[in-house]
């Protein structure tokens, strides 16, 4: 596993784009069906799953509906 934060930030949101687009997948979704359930445009989650992830809000609502939520847990624990 790559130190994070070794990483570009290009090279993160790709990975990220690429492992939504394989739970996605797993799940056997078209990417239509995942937009419809995350309410957002077919156009959006294509953009995510090729990592060009412009809106964090569209990202919330396409890892909700995935339940990969969790992912952001320690950032949302109060201390």
Do not use: W
């Amino acid at each position: 596993m790559d130190n994070i934060y070794m990483l570009d930030g290009t090279i993160i949101f790709n990975r990220i784009g690429g492992n939504l687009k394989a739970a996605r997948l797993k799940l056997n979704i078209t990417q239509q069906s995942l937009a419809d359930a995350a309410d957002i445009s077919l156009s959006s989650l294509k953009k995510i799953e090729k990592g060009e992830i412009g809106s964090f809000n569209s990202l919330l609502r396409v890892l909700r509906t995935l339940r990969k939520l969790n992912v952001l847990q320690p950032l949302v624990e109060e201390e």
